[in-house]
């Protein structure tokens, strides 16, 4: 294992333990906690560690359709939330982990499986990381207790 692929074993470790520290201080009603929308963010943070092991184990082709599938459960889940208005402090804070824990794994995870690439277009590369990570802190600040 490299470098690159050890410093991202703790970044999902990190995000999943954030969220349940963050749901177990939380003061809510299961009615809340249970809901399609918060389901769909949680199955997000989950499919963070799968696209690491994905990336590790050099499957391109199976670590973008999981991008897509949990790209899919971001949009899914603020649908079912306003369709469902079943909108909640708490879905917000799971929305912004899912966020945070894929846009993390994600640049890791592109180092990982295309190394030359990400050399080459290092600027580029960095505008997309900083573009699609700085909303998602932003966030995390947002709802940080």
């Known amino acids: 294992m490299t470098g690159v692929q050890t ?9 999943f333990n954030a969220c349940i520290k963050m749901i177990a201080a939380m003061n809510i ?14 199955v ?9 092991l994905l990336a590790v184990n050099q499957q391109p082709f199976w ?10 459960t971001d949009v899914l889940d603020g649908f079912l939330a306003r369709t469902l ?3 909640t402090d708490l879905g917000s804070r799971l929305d912004s982990w899912g966020d945070f ?20 277009e290092k600027i580029y590369v960095s ?5 699609f990570t700085l909303p998602v802190l932003i ?7």
Do not use: H, T
């Open 127 to 131: 505008l997309i990381i900083i573009s």
């Open 85 to 87: 208005n079943q909108i």
């Open 63 to 72: 670590f973008i359709i999981v991008l897509l599938v949990s790209e899919f």
């Open 7 to 15: 410093c991202a074993l703790p970044i999902c470790y990190y995000c």
């Open 29 to 42: 009603n299961n009615q809340e906690i249970y809901n399609w929308p918060n389901l769909v963010s949680f």
């Open 101 to 120: 824990c894929i846009y993390s794994v994600l640049a890791v995870s592109a180092w990982i499986l295309w190394p030359d690439i990400v050399m080459a």
């Open 139 to 145: 966030g995390v600040l947002k709802f940080r207790s």
């Open 44 to 52: 997000r943070i989950l499919l963070a560690p799968f696209m690491l």
